[in-house]
């Protein structure tokens, strides 16, 4: 059970396990799927693949461009992806962990845990964010 301030949230996507995980450390791909809203888009992605290495993705909706910024810690290539995740809604030692369990040679499961949210608030939002994300990632890769 998850402590208040952090969530988890699961999807299988009817995708190769690899081009699951690549999406989530491709810019291009990213600027794709990265739209918890769907007011939304990503004009800037910039990512460096590599454990220690950094990413940027600037959410916008309409004027207003929301900066989400963090650092790879853990690339263990087509299993687990676990990066920071810094933004105005998040405390700063804020973390997402992904997780890939292949069901098929064309199903995924990708299980998503953040922990980090200064309130109940912000995690049920991020909750609804994360959701909408991975729904548009499904439809990407498929």
């Excluded at 190769?16 to 794709?32: I, Q, R």
């Excluded at 290495?53 to 004027?63: R, S």
């Excluded at 900066?67 to 804020?94: A, C, M, N, V």
Aim: proline share 6%.
């Amino acid at each position: 059970m998850n402590r208040p301030f952090e969530l988890t949230v699961k999807r299988k996507i009817p995708a190769p396990v690899k081009t699951v995980f690549e999406a989530w450390l491709t810019a291009d791909a990213l600027k794709k799927f990265m739209c918890p809203a769907d007011n939304m888009s990503v004009p800037k992605a910039e990512v460096d693949a590599t454990e220690g290495g950094k990413f940027l993705i600037v959410m916008q909706a309409g004027d207003k461009e929301m900066p989400h910024s963090g650092q790879y810690k853990r690339i263990d290539k087509y299993k687990e992806l676990s990066f920071t995740w810094i933004s105005s809604y998040t405390i700063p030692d804020s973390l997402v962990t992904l997780t890939f369990n292949e069901l098929s040679e064309r199903e995924t499961e990708l299980t998503l845990h953040h922990a980090g949210f200064p309130n109940e608030e912000s995690r049920d939002n991020h909750n609804g964010g994360w959701s909408s994300i991975m729904e548009k990632l499904s439809k990407l890769v498929t």
